[in-house]
């Protein structure tokens, strides 16, 4: 839009749109100057202010919606929706995670204390993780992303907007194998692949990994130990990788949904139209239960898991 008004465009657009109603104006002819005229003319001209004023909060109001849109081209405005952590903020996150390591190598839920509850999505970055941002930072709501190293090659650009705004990021491997079929080495490879690439995106290193598949062994431990990282499990599953509706996500994300549960979602991995419309949704009425979103660390800190919880077995039944 150019920066100056047009009003004779503004006058040809009304007069193609109601070409058969409108009778042609009679040409202006001098007239002496009338109080009435000028009276009306006052009237028009607030009337036209009003009008520019209306027009320039609609193009306001339009921007920074298609802030989103414009995202998924990679030229994304930045919005002040969130922004990344303040030191303090990211040494609360750190404290957070190694108090539980002191005491558990795993955590599926937070101690149902407080109101927090933990958004995580597994599998991106992909196609459709610029959509889920949108949302996520429209509805001004933290989560935690657990990020395949190797999909960063090709949406590298969704990783960075994360890092950039303050989004946590889990590591959820290389490239998504079955872990507990690998050996140490290769265990440790798909663990610090993915976890160079953070860094290398001007992330911190991941202090939290996730499984592909629930899988896992005694190995994956031990090692997850020397990298002093903690495995995220979930208490909440909303199978929305099976694409089985937005209502069904929705309930299924609210089911199981109380203080301290931490809610599995998936940003990519196949079509995830269902999970971005869902999103919004899910965001909402968890908030209308009086739950506050927040990222797996924070929710740690604020929240820690119950000790003496019995080490789970693998969830891949291998
Ligand atoms: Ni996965």
């Known amino acids: ?27 202006p002819r001098p007239q002496p100057p009338d109080p009435r005229a000028r009276f009306r003319r006052r009237r028009l001209g607030a009337a036209a202010a009003f009008l520019l004023i209306l027009v320039l909060v609609i193009v306001a109001l339009t921007s920074s919606h298609g802030d989103g849109s414009t995202s998924t081209a990679g030229t994304r405005v930045p919005s002040a929706a969130l922004r990344p952590p303040t030191v303090s903020e990211l040494q609360r996150d750190e404290n957070g995670v190694d108090s539980v390591l002191a005491y558990t ?3 599926k839920e937070g101690a149902p204390r407080g109101r927090d509850v933990a958004l995580t999505f597994d599998d991106g970055p992909g196609p459709y993780t610029p959509q889920v941002l949108d949302v996520l930072e429209r509805e001004h709501a933290p989560a935690t992303f657990f990020v395949i190293g190797q999909e960063i090659h090709d949406f590298g650009t969704s990783t960075e907007r994360e890092v950039r705004d303050g989004f946590v990021i889990g590591d959820h491997t290389e490239n998504h194998p079955m872990m507990a079929h690998l050996s140490a080495h290769d265990q440790h490879e798909q663990l610090f692949e993915q976890a160079a ?21 005694a190995t994956t431990f031990r090692l997850l130990h020397q990298m002093r990282m903690l495995m995220v499990l979930w208490s909440v599953d909303t199978d929305d990788y099976e694409q089985p509706g937005v209502d069904t996500i929705v309930r299924r994300g609210l089911e199981g949904a109380k203080p301290g549960a931490i809610i599995l979602l998936h940003d990519a991995g196949g079509n995830r139209e ?17 739950l506050r979103l927040v990222s797996v660390p924070r929710l740690l800190a604020d929240d820690p898991p119950l000790h003496g919880q019995p080490l789970p077995t693998s969830l891949a039944g291998d």
């Open 105 to 107: 190598p795993f955590v």
């Open 1 to 27: 839009m150019s920066p100056r008004w047009n009003w004779d465009f503004e006058e040809k657009k009304r007069a193609a749109r109601e070409p058969a109603t409108t009778p042609p104006l009679p040409a």
């Open 197 to 217: 690439r953070i860094e290398l995106l001007g992330g911190h290193r991941p202090r939290l990994f996730r499984p592909p598949y629930g899988s896992f062994n």
């Open 274 to 290: 269902q999970t971005v419309a869902a999103l919004p949704k899910l965001i909402h009425a968890l908030r209308a239960r009086g």
